[in-house]
Every structure is written in structure tokens, then in C-alpha cells.
């Protein structure tokens, strides 16, 4: 008797470096490393990014890079959101090159041009030194002397978030900056119980809100998603518009 084998296919990997270096991890995490195993994108890949369920749920590029992680007991989840936009870039580049066309609008005139972006200048943003990841991240606030701790967001927290905020919006709230922040924040003068940071983001003053995104800003781990460009005779900086066609490119292009 003959027995049927199916044959199996091993696809090509690439091991890409992190913005974070690993350093927002905890130390038996394995992109504690800074590194992230993906393999290279293939039809299956292209059903996904393809299914409308999975569009409409929001969900399709959550899916994507679940199905291109290859790194053990890692997934899109995991990744702080710095991290995972450089995983995006750098599964872009490794299906269908650095070269991205898209539609981008001049900052100062309204017009817009069509402009082809290499996504392989993208660089990562530097990590403050000043700055231990290992432990509770901390800031006291200006005006209200106020001690907080934060944390950097992940992939898992940022689909919290807005699936949260797309309930509130079914019954007619809108509450994107606080339910950032409630997110965002761990504790409030050495309190971690969610009633007290919740109260605490209610009556968070504005000026101490835009002073806490800016110290996250500074610190937080990324890719630089901007590119300086020619429109018109007259070079602008613009942020690269992550369209439809990033990861579904028009054929020929």
C-alpha cells in the first residue's frame, strides 16, 4: 500500500532588528533580544489581507502579522506599537520592495501629488538614555505635582482601546484622549486601582495631558514614518499615508 505524502514547504525568514531593542520587554520574553523572526509574505497572506470579514472587523492586519511572525510565543499582541509599525514596514519591503506610491497632500498649499516613497530610508527613532525600561516608567506632573507611572502601549492595547472607543461612539460619546490616557497610566501617587486612575483622567488637567504625550513621545521606541519630499519646487516634510495599497500594491506598480 501506498501512503499519500504531503509534501511540506519551507518558506524563506528574515530576522529584523526593533526599534525598542528589546529594552521594553521583560527579560524572559524573547523579543527581549530586539529582534523579531518574520517569513516572507505568500498567497495564503494575500487571502488574508483580501477577506472582507476580516477588514470589516478591523482585525486584517493584526491577522497579517500573526501569520508572519515566526518567533515562538510571539504575536502582533506583544508588540509595543513602535515595534510593530517597523515589523509592517519591514513586511512590506520583503513582498513587494521599498518603493511605495501614494497620494500625499502639501502641508502648507492643500494640493495634492502623487509621490513614490522608499521605505527603506525609514529610520529608527533613537532610544533617550536616560530612560530604564526595566522598571515603572515615571513622571511627576507640573502644575499639580502629581507622581504617575505609565507604560508604553502594545499591539493588544491599542485594539482595547479602540474597540472601546467604537462602543462609545454606538451610543454618542466620544472619549479618544481619555481612554488613551486611563489606558496609558498604571498608577496615580503610588495608587494602581483602575477607580482611582479613572477619576484621576477625569479631571487630568489639559496642560499635564499634552506634558505626558509629549514625555511619551520622546521616549517611546518607533520607526520614522515621515519623509522629506519635492511638491511644487518646494521641499516639505509629510508622514508616509499607510493607504489600502501599502500592503495590496496595484499590479504593475
Request: some cysteine; hydrophobic content about 35%; proline content about 4%.
Amino acid at each position: 500500500m501506498v501512503e499519500d505524502q504531503k509534501q511540506e514547504f519551507k518558506f524563506p525568514t528574515e530576522t529584523i532588528d526593533l526599534p525598542s531593542k528589546g529594552k521594553v520587554y521583560s527579560s524572559d520574553s524573547p523579543l527581549a533580544s530586539g529582534k523579531i523572526e518574520i517569513k516572507y509574505m505568500t498567497a495564503k497572506e494575500e487571502d488574508i489581507l483580501t477577506s472582507q470579514n476580516l477588514i470589516k472587523k478591523g482585525i486584517v492586519i493584526d491577522k497579517l502579522l500573526n501569520s508572519l511572525i515566526v518567533t515562538p510565543g510571539v504575536n502582533s499582541d506583544d508588540l509595543v506599537i513602535g515595534d510593530k509599525n517597523a515589523v509592517m514596514v519591514a513586511v512590506r519591503i520583503l513582498a513587494y520592495g521599498g518603493n511605495y506610491t501614494a497620494e500625499v497632500t502639501h502641508p502648507n498649499t492643500g494640493e495634492t501629488q502623487q509621490i513614490e516613497f522608499d521605505l527603506t530610508a525609514c529610520e529608527f527613532k533613537e532610544i533617550p538614555d536616560d530612560i530604564d525600561y526595566s522598571k515603572d516608567l515615571e513622571l511627576i506632573l507640573p502644575v499639580t505635582k502629581t507622581n504617575i507611572t505609565f507604560k508604553i502601549l502594545t499591539g493588544k492595547d491599542e485594539s482595547e482601546i479602540l474597540k472601546e472607543i467604537k462602543s462609545l461612539q454606538k451610543i454618542g460619546q466620544t472619549a479618544e484622549m481619555s481612554t488613551r490616557l486611563r489606558k496609558m497610566i498604571t498608577s496615580v501617587n503610588g495608587d494602581s486601582e483602575k477607580s482611582t486612575i479613572n477619576a484621576f483622567v477625569e479631571t487630568m488637567l489639559s496642560k499635564e495631558s499634552l506634558f505626558l504625550r509629549e514625555e511619551v513621545a520622546r521616549i517611546n521606541p518607533d520607526i520614522d514614518l515621515s519623509q522629506e519630499i519635492d511638491m511644487g519646487g518646494e521641499v516639505v516634510s509629510v508622514a508616509i499615508p499607510m493607504t489600502t495599497e501599502f500592503f495590496w500594491p496595484k499590479a504593475g506598480a
